[in-house]
């Protein structure tokens, strides 16, 4: 459910800004969401789970052709740019 800031109480307000650390203005949309956290995982399981990931992992870096370093970085650069249009890589 979303909320205006504007028609929360002060104290509601206040809290919430202590929350965010920030000052929220009365047209501000405030939505809350509570996330129950995920069980472990037991330690056998996260170690086949990392087990697996390197296996294929390393398939993928087997059938990978080589490049340079300026061509990876520029790769990576490509794929961040496409799944985030704004993207400047730093210098």
């Known amino acids: 459910m979303i909320h205006k800031a504007g028609d929360l109480s002060p104290e509601q307000k206040m809290a919430l800004e202590r929350l965010v650390g ?3 203005s009365d047209q501000d ?3 809350i969401r509570v996330l129950q956290p995920s ?3 037991p330690e056998e399981k996260r170690t086949e789970i990392l087990k697996n990931l390197k ?3 390393s398939g993928v870096d087997a059938q990978r052709q080589p490049v340079s370093r300026d061509e990876a970085d520029e790769i990576i650069n490509e794929a961040l740019r496409s799944a985030r249009p704004g993207y400047q890589p730093e210098n």
């Open 55 to 57: 296996s294929y992992f």
């Open 29 to 31: 949309n405030i939505s």
């Open 39 to 41: 069980p472990a995982l």
């Open 22 to 24: 920030r000052a929220i």
